[in-house]
Nanobody
């Protein structure tokens, strides 16, 4: 069982930056794929970014490439998503997720992740 606790988020202006954190419980943090998803009102949850299980590979949605960056602190069992040059269309509830069994083709699928954080709101004003 993995528990994920998120922090960060808030209201910012377009062009600003934010960092979200996701702290995971358990000793197997280093072997879990960690993903970030977001959901805007009235829309489906969409993939944002993910670490591979080994942590050596990152995946990004085209919409955030070059603006968002993942990092992780294995000693703190925490992953971060650094969001720069935020746009109003980045607004939504952001969720981190974890999976102990995932294939390279499935990192962008929410159904691949059995464990989820509580979500945190990011609002970008124009």
């Amino acid at each position: 069982q993995v528990q994920l606790v998120q922090s960060g988020g808030g209201l910012v202006q377009a062009g600003d930056s934010l960092r979200l954190s996701c702290a995971a419980s358990g000793r197997t943090f280093g072997t879990y794929a960690m993903g970030w998803f977001r959901q805007a009102p009235g829309k489906e949850r969409e993939f944002v970014a993910a670490f591979s299980r080994s942590g050596s590979t990152t995946f990004y949605a085209d919409s955030v490439k070059g603006r968002f960056t993942l990092s992780r602190d294995n000693a703190q069992n925490t992953v971060y998503i650094h969001m720069n040059s935020l746009k109003p269309e980045d607004t939504g509830a952001y969720y981190c997720a974890a999976s102990g069994a995932i294939y390279n083709s499935d990192y962008d699928s929410a159904s691949s992740y059995p464990y989820w954080g509580q979500g945190t709101q990011v609002t970008v004003s124009s």
